[in-house]
T-cell receptor, first 114, second 112 residues
Framework: KAGVTQTPRYLIKTRGQQVTLSCSPI?????VSWYQQTPGQGLQFLFE???????NKGNFPGRFSGRQFSNSRSEMNVSTLELGDSALYLC?????????????FGAGTRLSVL | ELKVEQNPLFLSMQEGKNYTIYCNYS?????LYWYRQDPGKSLESLFV?????AVKQEGRLMASLDTKARLSTLHITAAVHDLSATYFC????????????FGQGTRLTINP
């Protein structure tokens, strides 16, 4: 069974640009969550999508947005990039509704903003 | 605001020794998770703890949960080098949804 796939693995952008990251969840999983990991702030929740609807949102500015498609694949977009957006962005999927709610994480996209 | 605090944040130990990582959280939660992260890699799920007194064991790792004290522990028995990694605990604060709040992580280094 294939795991969570994130593309691209690495990105280099400059300030002011925008970026789109992609996440393909495990087959059959309906929920996709996004997290930002930085050395200073640790792992922080960005948002969660379930059946194409944003179900939860973390405390990030509106420059961070996302969406989910009918096949459960998700994209995350960051507009007007800032230096502080440099981070590892992790996507996680889970089936949705099961008692354990274990999230399975992808390998991440490492974004560097210059 | 929910806070999850781990200690210690850094731990260097010798092979064969035992040690415990602590995870405190500030509000009631349905589930507590432990994850492992190797350098440059993603997060690997280790344990999910659902109820007070829950104990899970896998190899040299054992996790427990005390919901009254809002405390979880990850105990390492007779450590081996392969267990060197960063360990995170996380709390799920919204029932049915997925919004994990993570601790800072404990970077564990096991020396031969």
């Amino acid at each position: 069974k294939a795991g969570v796939t994130q593309t691209p693995r690495y990105l280099i952008k400059t300030r002011g640009q925008q970026v789109t990251l992609s996440c393909s969840p495990i087959s059959g999983h309906r929920s996709v969550s996004w997290y930002q990991q930085t050395p200073g702030q640790g792992l922080q929740f960005l948002f969660e999508y379930f059946s194409e609807t944003q179900r939860n949102k973390g405390n990030f500015p509106g420059r961070f947005s996302g969406r989910q498609f009918s096949n459960s694949r998700s994209e995350m977009n960051v507009s007007t990039l800032e230096l502080g957006d440099s981070a590892l962005y992790l996507c996680a999927s889970h089936f949705g509704g099961e008692p354990l709610n274990i999230q399975y994480f992808g390998a991440g996209t490492r974004l560097s903003v210059l | 605001e929910l806070k999850v605090e781990q200690n210690p944040l850094f731990l260097s130990m010798q092979e064969g020794k035992n040690y415990t990582i602590y995870c405190n959280y500030s509000t009631t939660s349905d589930r507590l998770y432990w994850y492992r992260q190797d350098p440059g890699k993603s997060l690997e799920s280790l344990f999910v703890l659902l109820s007070n007194g829950a104990v899970k064991q896998e190899g040299r790792l054992m996790a427990s949960l005390d919901t009254k004290a809002r405390l979880s522990t990850l105990h390492i028995t007779a450590a081996v080098h392969d267990l060197s990694a960063t360990y995170f605990c996380a709390v799920d604060i919204i029932q049915g949804a997925q919004k994990l709040v993570f601790g800072q992580g404990t970077r564990l280094t096991i020396n031969p």
